[in-house]
């Protein structure tokens, strides 16, 4: 039985900052009808999700540790 | 030694004992106190900092108690005391082995982080590895010793044979 979840959920976030999708640009206008609604979400969507906002915490306090070690 | 002799041997709660309280009588069974991860960090985050939690942090990583062992307790803990919710505990986990190490690493104590646990081979698979490693390699040998002996005639004799029956050209029809 797992009781201690705390290295599997370190690896999976470590992993979903490492595949962090690239924003790719999509074109507002096509050639003869209206502008394309944008339907992927937004890079403020993508901020707000939790999992976001804690890999920026951890970036963060990685970067100070780094920081530390190399003095 | 005497006064362990003495505790009964089964002295777990039976099953079902967690649900003899009333319902909401539990820290836990209430709204959580700090609902989102940024209330719970800040609630985390001065505690860990303060002077006496730290040398008791420190003191139990120079034990060898791992990180995330330290991590998923203070976070159970919480959750006990209905500080927050299970799902924010989950989350706040990474942040808070991160904050460890960062404290740890400042003070300059060496630690275990847990993280490495899953990268260990069990023994039989190391075993079994081995063995089949010592196996290629015998027949390797075996190989190598037959080819050194039939290094010279024999290799001429086949060659010489399969150049024999090779006597048409490449696109001619095979016997």
New interface residues.
């Given amino acids: 039985m797992l009781t201690?979840?705390?290295?599997i959920?370190?690896?999976n976030?470590s992993m979903a900052m490492k595949n962090t999708p690239e924003e790719k640009e999509v074109s507002k206008n096509t050639l003869m009808g209206p502008p394309k609604k944008q339907m992927t979400k937004t890079k403020e969507d993508d901020i707000l999700q939790?999992?976001r906002?804690?890999a920026s915490?951890?970036e963060t306090?990685?970067s100070?540790?780094e920081e530390?070690?190399n003095g | 030694m005497a006064d362990m002799m003495m505790q009964p041997p089964l002295d777990a709660p039976i099953p079902g004992q967690s649900l003899t309280h009333e319902l909401g009588a539990r820290p836990w069974q209430q709204p959580a106190q700090y609902t989102t991860v940024e209330d719970a960090l800040d609630y985390y985050i001065p505690r860990l900092e303060s002077e006496e939690v730290t040398n008791q942090l420190l003191d139990v990583l120079e034990m060898g108690i791992p990180v995330t062992t330290v991590a998923n307790t203070m976070q159970l803990g919480s959750v006990m005391e209905g500080k927050h919710s299970v799902d924010v505990g989950m989350l706040i986990l990474p942040v808070l082995v991160e904050l460890i190490m960062l404290i740890a690493d400042s003070a300059k104590v060496e630690y275990t982080s847990g993280l490495e646990k899953d990268k260990k081979m069990r023994g039989s698979l190391v075993d079994l590895a081995v063995s089949k490693f010592k196996e290629d390699k015998d027949k390797t040998k075996d190989s190598d010793i037959v080819e050194e002996k039939d290094d010279g005639k024999l290799v001429a004799d086949s060659m010489k044979q399969a150049a024999e029956e090779r006597v048409g050209g490449l696109m001619s029809r095979g016997a």
């Fill in positions: 201690n979840p705390t290295a959920m370190h690896q976030l939790p999992s906002r804690i915490y951890i306090i990685r100070k540790r530390i070690k």
